[in-house]
């Protein structure tokens, strides 16, 4: 519908023998009449589209995973057999496990798509243009950058034009954002280099090979912040642990202090 930005993601079940089970599909959209008078229209399209991209993403990839490992737990059941979640506990312990493993799935999967894709053809097409748009021009520069290259050295299309070879595809299916200890720099570079323009909302009026690297692009920054909030989260339990750590600490401590004392008044007055 006008003004409304949707987005469907649609996962084939199966049971172990292969045969088809359903499809589960999720639907979430995101509508401009909620717009409060603070915020523009483009505003809100914006959040929207990245809150749907990104939070949609998570979970859907997550939960996905969990009910096809269920349905194949299931179909080996007999009667009277207990489910593989049954409590909240048990399926929020599997969400938690399985979103360990979403950046690697994620990763994979981006691999797997780009492998399909014949990279000659589109840089052959690329470099057919005599200049590029401003929009065209960022996001190369800011696949170029992902990929180690200074973005500062990169500015014009003459730049960038001669960096556009066959070995991209290589580089782009070798890149690996699950480490972002090696590559933290790059991805501020790339945020100086894209800040002014709102990747989600160029894909519309792309040609075809920039569509495909503007989609490699956000995967990118997606499953980055899913690494980030990941190692964000550990940090925080860590601290949450040893911050329990020590009150447990501090508490035998004043336990045993609390029972010396005592030892202490009883045998003063044994004494007396």
């Known amino acids: 519908k006008e003004g409304e930005e949707i987005r469907c993601f649609k996962l084939g079940l199966r049971w172990l023998d292969s045969s088809p089970l359903g499809v589960l599909e999720v639907v979430a959209s995101g509508s401009s009449r909620l717009v409060t008078s603070s915020h523009s229209v483009q505003e809100y399209e914006q959040a929207t589209r990245k809150f749907l991209r990104e939070i949609m993403l998570k979970y859907f990839h997550t939960i996905g995973a969990i009910v096809q490992e269920a349905i194949a737990t299931i179909d080996q059941l007999m009667v009277g057999d207990v489910g593989p979640y049954p409590t909240v506990e048990?399926?929020?312990?599997?969400?938690?496990?399985?979103?360990?493993?979403?950046?690697?799935?994620?990763?994979?999967?981006?691999?797997?798509?780009?492998?399909?894709?014949?990279?000659?053809?589109?840089?052959?097409?690329?470099?057919?243009y005599s200049d590029a748009t401003p929009e065209v021009l960022c996001i190369l520069v800011?696949?170029?950058?992902?990929?180690?290259?200074?973005?500062?050295?990169?500015?014009?299309?003459?730049?960038?034009?001669?960096?556009?070879?066959?070995?991209?595809?290589?580089?782009?299916?070798?890149?690996?954002?699950?480490?972002?200890?090696?590559i933290k720099h790059r991805w501020s570079a790339l945020y100086?280099?894209?800040?002014?323009?709102?990747?989600?909302?160029t894909s519309v009026h792309m040609p075809a090979p920039m569509k495909m690297m503007l989609k490699w692009l956000l995967a990118q920054q997606i499953t980055f912040g899913v690494v980030l909030a990941i190692e964000r989260e550990k940090e925080d339990l860590a601290r949450g642990a040893s911050t329990e750590a020590r009150q447990d600490h501090r508490a035998r401590v004043r336990l045993d202090q609390e029972t010396i004392n005592g030892a202490r008044q009883g045998f003063l007055q044994r004494r007396q």
């Open 142 to 182: 800011g696949v170029l950058t992902l990929l180690g290259h200074d973005h500062r050295i990169i500015r014009t299309w003459s730049d960038v034009k001669p960096l556009l070879k066959g070995n991209l595809l290589n580089a782009m299916l070798a890149f690996d954002c699950t480490d972002p200890a090696s």
């Open 90 to 128: 048990s399926f929020e312990a599997a969400f938690a496990k399985q979103r360990l493993a979403l950046p690697q799935q994620l990763r994979s999967e981006m691999t797997a798509h780009l492998s399909e894709t014949d990279m000659t053809s589109i840089t052959a097409e690329l470099k057919s």
């Open 192 to 201: 100086r280099v894209t800040k002014d323009v709102e990747l989600d909302a």
